[in-house]
């Protein structure tokens, strides 16, 4: 009865996102990469750059990693942009450009899990495979009354299977996506919209009046906070030193200043002059403070105080990087960097410009 109601609902309420009015299993697989730790909102305009610079499935196989990590740019979690391209030339050379259709072919692919399998395989194949997210969860368990800790590999399978013979019962795309979309605007976290919901009707914490006990997880903790400095290095020919970082790393593939932590009892300038030393075996000039700039990762937070240094140095040797190059400062959009470095460059473009920063 409930994934006639809720199925019903989302037809009739659903938010008219790009890639529902214009589908295709190359668009659902695009989206479900970029959906991974990323509200809506943020990756429609990612999205759509992203079809308009790569149409098909083949588009993406031919172009190099450093323009798809440039196409991705800001949107984070780069290793979504690498498994993306992975995957979408194996479909290109061993699928003739189409997306598997099947569950079990689709998780053969680099970077495709059991979500995003379910996902493309029941919404753009109609195959009738549950998916489970953090919206998934939060609405079953509010629905069925699970006390069961949802950051449990065995909770989410069980969630799985008793959603099983419920997707059989109505169309798999709307069932799966009609979950998710109440989630995403009914069943939310914070302040749900109860008397909206189609099936509260049938809902254990709306009729036991419970809904702020689930879903049940563990309390966070503490998210460790690192300190870190970094070069903003110079030579005569007004060229900036930047570094590539290995594709094993976080943020692998993408440019940056070059630094690292501090250590305890170190000065900033200190720790500048260690890293700099160690990564590259360059002393530069320290000349004077840029900016400070805080960011926060999905495990830990960084304050990045980044300084003006001077070198013309040639006899770089890399010693945690892939690459480097000494560019002006009008060719830092060419280079794919990490969301604080981008904030250090507009920084550093106001230096230049004499703006007050």
């Known amino acids: 009865m409930w994934p006639k109601l809720l199925t019903k609902w989302y037809v009739d309420n659903c938010r008219q996102l790009p890639w529902r009015l214009d589908a295709s299993p190359y668009y659902t697989m695009v989206c479900e990469f970029m959906a991974q730790q990323t509200q809506i909102n943020t990756l429609i305009p990612y999205y759509k750059r992203w079809l308009k610079q790569f149409p098909t499935v083949h588009d993406?196989?031919?172009a190099d990693e450093d323009t798809i990590l440039k196409a991705w740019e800001g949107l984070g979690y780069y290793s979504r942009a690498r498994n993306l391209h992975?995957?979408?030339?194996?479909?290109?050379?061993?699928?003739?450009?189409?997306?598997?259709?099947?569950y079990d072919e689709l998780i053969k692919l680099p970077g495709i899990g059991p979500y995003i399998a379910a996902a493309i395989a029941s919404i753009a194949f109609d195959q009738p495979i549950p998916v489970v997210d953090g919206n998934v969860l939060r609405v079953v368990t509010r629905f069925l009354g699970l006390s069961d800790d949802i950051s449990k590999q065995k909770t989410k399978d069980m969630i799985q299977q008793k959603l099983v013979p419920q997707i059989k019962t109505v169309d798999p795309s709307s069932f799966n996506q009609g979950v998710m979309e109440l989630g995403a605007l009914i069943c939310?976290?914070?302040?749900?919209?109860?008397?909206?919901?189609?099936?509260?009707?049938?809902?254990?914490a709306f009729n036991y009046q419970e809904v702020d006990k689930f879903p049940v997880k563990p309390k966070k903790e503490k998210t460790p906070h690192y300190t870190v400095v970094v070069g903003i290095i110079?030579?005569?020919?007004?060229?900036?030193l930047i570094t590539k970082r290995k594709k094993d790393q976080?943020?692998?593939?993408?440019?940056?200043?070059?630094g690292g932590k501090v250590k305890d009892k170190e000065t900033y300038e200190g720790a500048l002059a260690r890293e700099l030393k160690e990564e590259l075996s360059i002393l530069p000039d320290i000349t004077t403070k840029l900016c400070s700039v805080k960011h926060a990762y999905s495990h830990f937070k960084v304050t990045i105080h980044a300084f003006m240094c001077h070198s013309n140095d040639t006899n770089i040797q890399l010693a945690s990087a892939d690459d480097h190059q000494w560019i002006?400062?009008?060719?830092?959009?060419?280079?794919?960097?990490?969301?604080a470095n981008k904030v250090i460059i507009e920084n550093l473009i106001a230096f230049n410009g004499c703006i007050p920063i």
């Open 60 to 62: 993406v196989a031919k």
């Open 86 to 102: 992975k995957a979408c030339k194996i479909i290109s050379n061993e699928y003739n450009g189409n997306v598997p259709d099947t």
């Open 188 to 204: 939310t976290p914070q302040n749900p919209k109860c008397p909206n919901c189609p099936i509260k009707g049938l809902c254990y």
């Open 234 to 240: 110079k030579n005569d020919n007004d060229e900036y």
């Open 250 to 258: 976080l943020l692998g593939g993408l440019w940056e200043f070059p």
């Open 328 to 339: 002006l400062i009008d060719s830092f959009d060419d280079f794919a960097f990490p969301k």
